[in-house]
Structures are given as structure tokens and as C-alpha cells.
């Protein structure tokens, strides 16, 4: 079993707190994947205090030069990926080819930002004085806070620390504990590619412990956090006590909509694909399908008839197509759902049952599992369940259909199969979703595109793509005079 220290100011450090966390296989829960340290949150400050002197030194760096470290970075997780994916296949769940899928794209998630280094950083504006110069200038928060969730243990933190180091800022990272063994293992890929001391930290330990502090440590300038809505607002209101900028990106409820043009296998494909890979656990997870009523019937069976030979098991082995949820805790989240969605008066047509046969009550493993005759009133059809549970929804026309799929407090991400372009340019104008998908999944972002929800979906900033500049820099007036 490896063990992992904490990372401060370029040294593996152990915690005062001699407290560990072992983190265990979801598939299979006799293995312990690896250990590391639950710690206290004076280390928080610690990391804090060297990552503000490091930041001294690495905001004077031409971007390029920052953008070295993360092409080397970049290499070094290439060089790798399997061991990487295989860890965060083994701690999390997710099977290996989308967890090698997700790695690669931490990979080019760094190549993308170390470009970055070399592109514009602010815009000239006339002056009225003809004699001035005018222009902006955009610089860094100084240290940023980097706060994220298990069920991207790669891209996640790869896709905040990137663009905040591009930027010039410097970083105490605190992971999810269920991933702290992968994402150890993507900080070792930075220790390695060189990165100046203090420049990168990370802080293992609980959310209320080490998270909060994070929040609360004056010398953080800037709190990037995705996790649940229920978090995200502790993180949000701290930061706005202090004064530190922040940016949430939390949980969603994700419609697809099925039009009666619409190509039925696609959508069919999509709702699967969306729904039901990585376990449900995607914010941008299909839960709710929003089916014309005059193709019900055809949609239902063909949607059946494909969930059936969906194979749940370990994600290391070839055959399985789904794996297990993440936690106990997250297994009976969904073991609850499917009771509420029962006693709501919803009707279970298939799976809904955790599995046990063929060693499978080794993990936390539950059936694909699908409700009909769901109404809007329903919890199932409001909350997030973050697992493989879908509910049918049968409408008159689109206007019901949007009505419905808008009727919900999150805005994360939405889909539509149509062939219909006067309904492709309805759904894009009405649909209250910060990505809007036509015929394609609900799940599935491009890191060169903005990303983040409406509503209680997020702090309203974005992610990604040329957005992140948005965040990980304040923008300066510059005027000049000779
Ligand atoms: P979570 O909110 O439980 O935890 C997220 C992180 O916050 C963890 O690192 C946790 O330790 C930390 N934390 C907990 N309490 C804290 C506190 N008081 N102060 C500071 N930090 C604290 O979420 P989770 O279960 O790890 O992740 C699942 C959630 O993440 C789902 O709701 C999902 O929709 C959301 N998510 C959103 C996006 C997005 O981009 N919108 C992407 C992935 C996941």
C-alpha cells in the first residue's frame, strides 16, 4: 500500500495530526488503495505561507516560462496515464477506458493552458487625453485555493491549477479524500516537471477541517471550489465574508429532451451514454428524459431493451460497462432515492436494487435503474442523486417539454434530440442551462469551451477555454503619461 504525504513548499511533509486516511476500492472494498494524511488545518496555513512566497518570485516569470513547467507537467502525466488511470479506476469507480479517457484530457488540459503563457493580457483603449496610453493589464490573485470533488480526481484539479498557474498565481490544492491516492499522483507529476518550491501545495484531509480552512485563511486570495450545492455555499459566503474572490461550480439535474422528429436511436444511445456512464456521477449527468407522448412507447421499449445488457462490475475488467458508486455513503444516497421515488408514487420499470450476486457485494454496486410516470413534484425529478437513476417524463409538445425541463433550481447542462431547427433554436433560447447540447449527450465538454451552469448550478463565472482568465486574474486600468 502507498502512502502519500502532504506536498508543501516542494517537500513531502507528514501532518502533525498523525491522523491517516486510507482510501478503499469502491468495487471491491477490501482493498486498500493507498493512505494519506488526514490533516490539521495549521497546515493549510502552512502551505498558505510559503505558497505566498513562492508567489513573489512566480508572478515575475515571463508566461512562457511558466508554461514550460506545464508542457514538462504535461509530459511527465503522459508518460503516466495507465498507472494514473488504473489508481483512479481502483479508488473511485469509474472503468478504465474513461478514466484513461479523462487523463489524457488532464494531459491536454495542461498543453492547452501552458500555451496560454504566451497569449494576450489585456487590450489597449483610446484615451481622451490623445497624448496617454490607456490600456489593461490582467494579474494575478496572488495564492488561490483549489477546493474539488471525487468524481474527476484528474481534469478537475488539472483544469483549476493550470490556468491558475499560467496566470502567475500559486496554489494549495486540498482534493476530495475518495480520490486524495489519484490526485497525489497528479501532483507528483508537477513535483517532478521541477515547479519551483511553495508554487503548488496540497493539504489532504476532511472538507470541514482543511476545505474550511482554506476558505478562511487570509493570506488564500481566491477560492475555486466544485463539489455539491450544499458546499459550494459554505465555501461562497466565507469567501464573501473576507473579501476573497470565489468561483463555485456545483451539482445539476440535467434534462434531455425527445422531440417526436427525433432520431429514436440516437437519443436512445445518448440518454444511456449520458445517464448511466461513470456511474451517474457526472455533473452533467442525464436525469431526467423528457419524451414527446406520441413516441413514448417505441422510446421506453428501445431504452429498456439496451439498459438490460448493460453490465455492471469492477471498471479494471474489459467486459464492464458501468461501475460501482463511489462510497457507501454515495450508494445509500441512491438506495434512498430509489425508495423516494417508490413512495412518491413513481413506477420502477427496471433495476433498482443494489447487487450482490457474483462477488459484487464486495463493492458498492446498484442496478441501472429507470422510473416512469415521474411528475415535476417529484423529489426524484428536483434533486440531484449523482447515481444511475433516470426518470421518463411524457409531454404533449416541446413547450411542456421546456416548461418541465426549466421547472427544476439547477441549470447545469441540457440536451435535445429533434430534426426540427425551429425547435433546435427554442431550445436554445429557453433552455435555462449554462450548456445547451443538440443531439449529443448532456454529458460532454470540450476543455477550449467555457463551462459552468445558471441557477443554483454555480457562482456564475466559468470554467475553462479563455474563461478561466475571467477568474484567476483581476484586470488593472493602466494610464500612462510621458
Ligand atoms: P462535496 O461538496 O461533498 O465535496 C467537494 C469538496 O469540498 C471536497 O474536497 C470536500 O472535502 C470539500 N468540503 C467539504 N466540506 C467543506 C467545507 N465546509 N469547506 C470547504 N470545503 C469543504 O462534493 P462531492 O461529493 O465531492 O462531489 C459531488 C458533487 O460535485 C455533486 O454535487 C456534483 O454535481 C458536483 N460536481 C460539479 C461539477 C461542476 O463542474 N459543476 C463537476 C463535478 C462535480
Known amino acids: 500500500m502507498t502512502h502519500y504525504l ?25 482493498e486498500i488503495v493507498g493512505e494519506v494524511e ?7 496555513d502552512k502551505a498558505a505561507s510559503y505558497s505566498q512566497q513562492a508567489y513573489l518570485s512566480w508572478k515575475k516569470l515571463a508566461g512562457a516560462e511558466r508554461g514550460q513547467y506545464l508542457y514538462k507537467t504535461a509530459d511527465i502525466l503522459e508518460s503516466r496515464l495507465e498507472d494514473i488511470a488504473e489508481t483512479m479506476t481502483r479508488e473511485m469507480g469509474k472503468t478504465l477506458p474513461e478514466a484513461k479517457g479523462e487523463t489524457a484530457r488532464g494531459v491536454a488540459l495542461l498543453r492547452y493552458y501552458a500555451g496560454e503563457g504566451m497569449r494576450e493580457e489585456g487590450d489597449v483603449i483610446p484615451s481622451t487625453d490623445a497624448a496617454a496610453l490607456m490600456l489593461t493589464k490582467r494579474v ?36 476530495a ?96 451514454s449520458g445517464g448511466l456512464r461513470s456511474t451517474g456521477q457526472k455533473c452533467t449527468a442525464t436525469s431526467r428524459v423528457i419524451i414527446d407522448e406520441s413516441i413514448y412507447s417505441t422510446f421506453k421499449e428501445k431504452l429498456l431493451e439496451k439498459v438490460a445488457k448493460i453490465t455492471v462490475g469492477n471498471g479494471l475488467h ?33 433495476g433498482g436494487n443494489r447487487l450482490t450476486d457474483n462477488e459484487l457485494d464486495q463493492g458498492y454496486f446498484v442496478e441501472p435503474t429507470i422510473f416512469e410516470n415521474v411528475t415535476t413534484d417529484m423529489r426524484i425529478a428536483q434533486e440531484e442523486i449523482f447515481g444511475p437513476v433516470l426518470a421518463l417524463m411524457k409531454v404533449k409538445d416541446l413547450g411542456e417539454a421546456l416548461t418541465i425541463a426549466n421547472d427544476v433550481e439547477f441549470g447545469l447542462s441540457a440536451s435535445i434530440f429533434t430534426t426540427n431547427i425551429q425547435n433546435m433554436l427554442d431550445f436554445i433560447d429557453d433552455m435555462e442551462a449554462g450548456l445547451v447540447r443538440i443531439n449529443a449527450e448532456s454529458a460532454g465538454v470540450e476543455l477550449q469551451a467555457p463551462f459552468g451552469g445558471m441557477k443554483k448550478s454555480s457562482s456564475h463565472s466559468r470554467e475553462q477555454g479563455q474563461a478561466a482568465k475571467e477568474f484567476y486574474t483581476n484586470t488593472k486600468t493602466v494610464f500612462i503619461k510621458g
Open 6 to 30: 502532504n506536498y508543501i513548499n516542494g517537500e513531502w511533509q507528514e501532518s502533525a495530526s498523525n491522523r491517516k486516511y486510507q482510501s478503499i476500492n469502491p468495487a471491491n472494498t477490501s
Open 38 to 44: 488526514n490533516s490539521v488545518a495549521a497546515e493549510v
Open 140 to 175: 494575478p490573485l496572488g495564492v488561490v485555493g483549489v477546493i474539488t470533488p471525487w468524481n474527476f480526481p484528474v481534469a478537475i484539479p488539472i483544469w483549476k491549477m493550470a490556468p491558475a498557474l499560467i496566470y502567475g498565481n500559486t496554489v494549495v490544492f486540498k482534493p
Open 177 to 272: 479524500l475518495e480520490a486524495s491516492v489519484t490526485a497525489a499522483k497528479v501532483i507528483e507529476c508537477f513535483d517532478e516537471a521541477g515547479l519551483p518550491s511553495g508554487v503548488i501545495n496540497m493539504v489532504n484531509g476532511e472538507g470541514a477541517e482543511i476545505g474550511q480552512r482554506i476558505v478562511d485563511n487570509p493570506q488564500i486570495n481566491g477560492i475555486t471550489f466544485t463539489g455539491s450545492d450544499k458546499t459550494g455555499k459554505i465555501v461562497g459566503q466565507g469567501a464573501l465574508n473576507r473579501g476573497a474572490k470565489y468561483q463555485l461550480e456545483m451539482g445539476g439535474k440535467n434534462p434531455v429532451i425527445v422531440t417526436k422528429d427525433a432520431d429514436i436511436d440516437l437519443a436512445v444511445e445518448a440518454t444511456i
Open 318 to 350: 474489459p467486459e464492464t460497462w458501468m461501475g460501482p458508486s463511489v462510497s457507501d455513503k454515495q450508494l445509500n444516497t441512491v438506495l434512498d432515492y430509489i425508495e423516494i421515488g417508490k413512495n412518491e408514487g413513481a413506477t420502477l420499470i427496471h
